[in-house]
T-cell receptor, first 115, second 114 residues
Framework: GAVVSQHPSWVICKSGTSVKIECRSL??????MFWYRQFPKQSLMLMAT?????????EQGVEKDKFLINHASLTLSTLTVTSAHPEDSSFYIC???????????FGPGTRLLVL | AQSVTQLGSHVSVSEGALVLLRCNYS??????LFWYVQYPNQGLQLLLKYTSAATLVKGINGFEAEFKKSETSFHLTKPSAHMSDAAEYFC????????????FGRGTSLIVHP
């Protein structure tokens, strides 16, 4: 149990376009979903935390107008990278949590390459 | 506030040797502690977690970790390394009663030599 899917697994887009990444908890309802960004050979950088039906909480330095997060249901959260630029190229990982300990169940990640 | 320190960005062992990955934490309250593993180009997978029950926690793939409050440590061990254990390992901490947002360590890359 506790499977999280992420789609697409990779995407290549032109600079200036928007890209939407979906994160779904397949067999449980997630109280909280998280979006991370990971640079090569580095740890996870938390971008934002979202709860179903409420606005996402963004970490300091993350542009909320650039990285739009929608948490439409207890099983689906989306991250939209608006007007993507090459510096947005990265590995984006979502996770979902369902317990009070904050155990994270991660999606497989989405690799974004902006040309 | 909470923090995690993983000593050693890289750990290299021979196949069959003991694996020891170090994690020290800082937390103002008794923490919840986690180890995650990340294989190349994949998300993270939960290996094991400590949530104030038994201090010796057994996880998947033969890994275990021991919570030592006096040392503020949660080191990950495996008696005998396998080639398939080569991956990036992350220690994380959350604080009960807080936001349950985890703080991750910087990761330790485990290299296994044949």
């Amino acid at each position: 149990g506790a499977v999280v899917s992420q789609h697409p697994s990779w995407v290549i887009c032109k600079s200036g376009t928007s890209v939407k990444i979906e994160c779904r908890s397949l067999d449980f309802q997630a109280t909280t979903m998280f979006w991370y960004r990971q640079f090569p050979k580095q740890s996870l950088m938390l971008m934002a935390t979202s709860n179903e039906g409420s606005k996402a909480t963004y970490e300091q330095g993350v542009e909320k107008d650039k990285f739009l997060i929608n948490h439409a249901s207890l099983t689906l959260s989306t991250l939209t990278v608006t007007s993507a630029h090459p510096e947005d190229s990265s590995f984006y990982i979502c996770s979902a949590s369902r317990d009070r300990a904050g155990t994270q169940y991660f999606g497989p990640g989405t690799r974004l390459l902006v040309l | 506030a909470q923090s995690v320190t993983q000593l050693g960005s890289h750990v290299s062992v021979s196949e069959g040797a003991l694996v020891l990955l170090r994690c020290n934490y800082s937390s103002s309250v008794p923490p919840y502690l986690f180890w995650y593993v990340q294989y190349p180009n994949q998300g993270l997978q939960l290996l094991l977690k400590y949530t104030s029950a038994a201090t010796l926690v057994k996880g998947i793939n033969g890994f275990e970790a021991e919570f030592k409050k006096s040392e503020t440590s949660f080191h990950l061990t495996k008696p005998s390394a396998h080639m398939s254990d080569a991956a990036e390992y992350f220690c994380a901490v959350t604080a009960p009663g807080g936001s349950y947002i985890p703080t991750f360590g910087r990761g330790t890359s485990l290299i296994v030599h044949p």
